[in-house]
């Protein structure tokens, strides 16, 4: 369904749906032979029977037919090599973050964590604490299907239960968070699905919240709104050819994203505001890496910002 201004979802639907994409992308890596990345935690989050129609919907979504645009229709190979690239490019920041003598991080935030696994893998320095940030119902999915397998939190993990469209720093400050001390921020998977306005607040409050040494990393999204309403027309198109198939099309992220125009650069905010800042393209990224997308119809266009705080 479309966005609404204060609508709400659990992991199983809506955006929370997204996050379950992203982690059986992060599965299919790890289970690759040459994984980029190794989330053991993956598989176990996307495994359970509540998460069945999900992952029928991702692989309805993720898989071509004959008579599909085939310059149009979803990879999985694509989105799994796209994801390997992301998140071995946000762990490497956290690495960093945390290893730099001079800042001393040990505060880190993860906005809308989803089934984000880092508390439970990345190997986080002792007196870590790691804040995740997200509605109610998927925090405790996540933390309750992995504590029935066993698994325990690396760093103090400290589930803060709020919607970013919400008084979450107050909520973040409550849990424990110091704002007069270095924090690692990380949005991820994020900007599209927040309002424009809820996006610069967001911005703002983190510069608020972050002492001398922050750090921050975002994912930008690199569609335009013309080329947005274009895949957008297109997907339409090729979302009938596959109802008429009889295929699950009840999957579709762009419901999911909000149309507000205006939004903020996000490494042009943060320069204003004082932080050194650096882009990175994610294509250029994955060349580096060594996974180039599988077509120029489908190129890696997002970028990835962080931005250091004197």
């Known amino acids: 369904m479309p966005r609404a201004a204060d609508d709400s979802w659990d992991i199983a639907t809506s955006v929370g749906a997204t996050a379950v994409m992203v982690a059986l992308a992060r599965a299919a890596e790890t289970a690759g032979p040459e994984p980029l990345v190794r989330d053991r935690f993956a598989e ?5 029977p509540e998460l069945e129609g999900v992952r029928e919907q991702v692989a309805a979504w993720w898989t071509p037919e004959p008579d599909d645009d085939l ?3 979803p990879d999985s190979q694509n989105m799994i090599d796209y994801q390997a690239v992301r998140t071995h490019f946000f762990d490497a920041y956290f690495t960093e973050a945390v290893a730099a003598a001079a800042a001393g991080i040990r505060q880190v935030v993860i906005l809308a964590a989803g089934l984000d696994s880092r508390a439970y893998r990345l190997d986080w320095p002792d007196g870590t604490v790691v804040y995740e940030i997200d509605l109610p119902k998927v925090l405790e999915y996540k933390a309750e299907t992995l504590a029935a397998h ?7 993990r400290r589930p803060v239960p709020v919607d970013l469209r919400h008084d979450w720093p107050r909520a973040l400050r409550d849990a424990g968070l110091d704002a007069t001390r ?13 309002p424009a306005a809820a996006q610069e ?5 983190i510069d608020e919240l972050s002492g001398p040494g922050s750090r921050v990393a975002v994912e930008i999204f690199g569609v335009d709104q013309e080329k947005r309403r274009e895949a957008e027309e297109r997907w339409q198109e090729l979302r009938a050819r596959r109802q008429a198939r009889g295929q699950d099309t009840s999957f579709n992220p762009f419901d999911l994203w909000f149309d507000d125009e205006g939004r903020p650069d996000c490494a042009d905010w943060f320069a204003a505001h004082g932080w050194a800042t650096r882009t990175v393209n994610a294509r250029e990224e994955a060349l580096r890496l060594g996974r180039a997308p599988q077509s120029d119809e489908r190129p890696f266009a997002n970028s990835f910002v962080t931005a250091t705080k004197p």
């Open 71 to 73: 310059g149009f229709a």
């Open 44 to 48: 176990v989050l996307v495994s359970t």
């Open 201 to 205: 607040a967001m911005f703002a409050s």
């Open 150 to 156: 066993g698994a325990t939190p690396v760093a103090d």
């Open 182 to 194: 270095p924090t690692a921020w990380l949005a991820e998977g994020l900007l599209p699905f927040l």
